[in-house]
């Protein structure tokens, strides 16, 4: 009977994908949702496999370097639904790839837990850091945009991020 059960799974999931992606939009909208926004740095990812009715799921590791709106844990973890497990591969579309070592500015909402907390607006929650710059995609128009650390600071706090 486990059949049933990744059927209710399959037709649900996008579903959740897409509540997800369509209420931010801007840079500033994503701000107010999110409960924090920080500079990170990955420290690792681990991939808990499915069992029973509790989806797999990906947990990164880490650890901020800068709070940019709210505070928190030093460290934390970023639960996203999916993964890869051997040869299951579960993937949300839309949602952000991280990799060890990266450094990124994440917006998340920590509700269960400040040490467990969910992207806002899945991959659009994450802008990858490159030493110097964050690029950024205006949901609204697609168009693409460089920012330094200090502008995304000003947009939300424009945008009314406390």
């Known amino acids: 009977m486990r059949t049933p059960k990744l059927l209710a799974a399959a037709l649900l999931a996008p579903l959740a994908a897409l509540a997800s992606s369509l209420i931010p939009h801007t840079l500033a909208q994503r701000g107010q949702y999110a409960d924090r926004v920080a500079l990170v740095q990955v420290l690792e990812r681990r991939v808990e496999p499915a069992h029973g009715s509790t989806p797999m799921k990906t ?46 500015v994440v917006f998340v909402t920590c509700k269960l837990a400040k040490d467990r907390c969910h992207l806002v607006a899945l991959g659009a929650g994450r802008l990858r850091f490159d030493g110097a710059w964050l690029r950024d995609r205006d949901l609204f128009t697609g168009a693409w945009r460089m920012l330094s650390i200090d502008q995304i600071k000003a947009e939300l706090k424009k945008g009314g991020a406390k």
Do not use: C, H, Y
Not at 61 to 77: N, Q
Not at 79 to 93: D, K
């Open 59 to 104: 947990f990164t590791r880490v650890m901020v370097g800068e709070d940019l709106k709210g505070t928190g844990p030093a460290e934390f973890d970023i639960v996203q639904l999916g993964g890869v497990n051997g040869a299951e591969v579960v993937q949300v579309p839309g949602d952000a790839e991280f990799s060890t070592g990266e450094t990124s």
